[in-house]
């Protein structure tokens, strides 16, 4: 099973992606099962969880209740 870094509000889903022109992470929306594609995934949780705990640390995304989800939540 993978993992993916990403938050749910009512009206969307967000997942945590790569942006290797500019090295940086980013945020995209996940409208269908294709963009899954372009989402960081992770082979455990424990790396996932590894990720999100850098990423909260340095403050890269302020104001997101990130988390890990299954992969596989999102592909419906």
């Known amino acids: 099973m993978s ?8 009206d969307k889903i967000k ?3 790569a942006n290797k022109k500019e090295n940086c992470f ?3 929306d996940i409208k269908s099962r ?3 594609k372009h ?3 992770f082979p455990t949780k424990t790396e996932a ?3 999100l705990n850098w990423i909260n640390k340095n403050n890269i995304f302020p ?3 990130l988390d890990v989800q299954p ?4 592909q419906t």
Request: hydrophobic letters at 45%; charged letters at 15%; proline letters at 3%.
């Open 3 to 10: 993992y993916v870094i990403s938050f749910q509000d009512p």
């Open 15 to 17: 997942c945590i992606g």
């Open 26 to 28: 980013l945020l995209f």
């Open 34 to 36: 294709a963009d899954l």
């Open 39 to 41: 989402a960081l995934c």
């Open 49 to 51: 969880m590894e990720v």
């Open 63 to 65: 104001g997101t209740n």
């Open 71 to 74: 992969e596989a939540r999102y």
